[in-house]
C-alpha cells in the first residue's frame, strides 16, 4: 500500500515538473487551439448540431469549458513571465472563464439559430470552475507535500 502511494506520489513530481518544463508544447499550444476550436463550433448554426437528449447543449457547454479551466489554469499557473498571474492563476482563470462565457453567449446572438443563454453561461461557468478545481487540487496536492517551485 505504501509502496503504491509512493509510486502515485512520483508519479504526480514527474507530471508536475514536466508540465513545468514543457509549457509551450504541452498547455499553451493546445490550449490556442482549443480555445480556437470552442470558438468555430460555437458559430457552427445550431440547425447544424444534432440533438440526441434533452439540455444535451448544457452538457456540451459544461465539458467544453471544464477542458478549457483546465488548460487555461494550467497556462497560468505555469507561465513565469508574470508572479502576480501565476499566484493568483486560478482566480484570474476563473475570472476568465466568466468573462468568455459571457462573450460566447453574446457572440451566439449573431449566429443563425442560435441564442444568448443564461443557463448556458452558468453551465460554462460551472464547467470551468470544475476544471479549475482539478488542477487546483493537483496543485496542491504536489506543492503541500513536496515543496516544489
Wanted: glycine share 6%; with cysteine; charged share 15%.
Amino acid at each position: 500500500m505504501i509502496k503504491s502511494r509512493m509510486q502515485s506520489n512520483s508519479f504526480l513530481i514527474r507530471l508536475y515538473k514536466y508540465f513545468g518544463s514543457h509549457t509551450i508544447t504541452l498547455i499553451i499550444i493546445p490550449l490556442i487551439v482549443y480555445w480556437i476550436t470552442l470558438f468555430i463550433l460555437t458559430t457552427i448554426p445550431a440547425d447544424n448540431i444534432p440533438r440526441l437528449f434533452k439540455n444535451q447543449d448544457k452538457y456540451e457547454h459544461f465539458i467544453a469549458y471544464c477542458g478549457l479551466g483546465i488548460l487555461l489554469s494550467l497556462a497560468l499557473y505555469f507561465q513565469k513571465k508574470f508572479k502576480l498571474i501565476s499566484s493568483y492563476a486560478f482566480l484570474f482563470a476563473l475570472l476568465f472563464i466568466f468573462a468568455y462565457g459571457a462573450l460566447d453567449e453574446l457572440h451566439q446572438l449573431f449566429v443563425p439559430g442560435r441564442y444568448c443563454d443564461f443557463y448556458d453561461w452558468l453551465a460554462d461557468s460551472s464547467g470551468g470552475i470544475i476544471g479549475i478545481g482539478i488542477i487546483f487540487l493537483f496543485v496542491k496536492k504536489i506543492s503541500k507535500k513536496y515543496l516544489i517551485d
